[in-house]
């Protein structure tokens, strides 16, 4: 049975240029994955915007993921095994 991953891999989709995250973008992001601020306090800081404003909690999601990803690969954020 083939993983979700292996699906995922599979999948041929158009690359997204990665734009360089700031130190306090990067501190923003951390700071809601580790519960110190919500998905509401993120979106109010970033765009003065409510997450339920016009599509502005999937934004916000995206972004956070974007920032976590470049710290990642520009290594900010070192994974552990």
């Known amino acids: 049975m083939e993983t979700l991953l292996e ?14 995250a700031t130190d306090e973008e990067i501190e923003l992001a951390l700071a809601w994955m580790t519960d110190e601020i919500t998905l509401g306090q993120f979106s109010n800081a970033v765009w003065q915007k409510k997450t339920y404003e016009n599509g502005v909690g999937g934004k916000a999601l995206y972004t956070i993921a974007m920032w976590l990803k470049n710290a990642y690969k520009n290594g900010k954020i070192v994974i552990k095994n």
């Not at 699906?7 to 360089?20: D, I």
């Open 7 to 20: 699906k995922a891999k599979k999948t041929m989709v158009r690359k997204a240029s990665l734009k360089m």
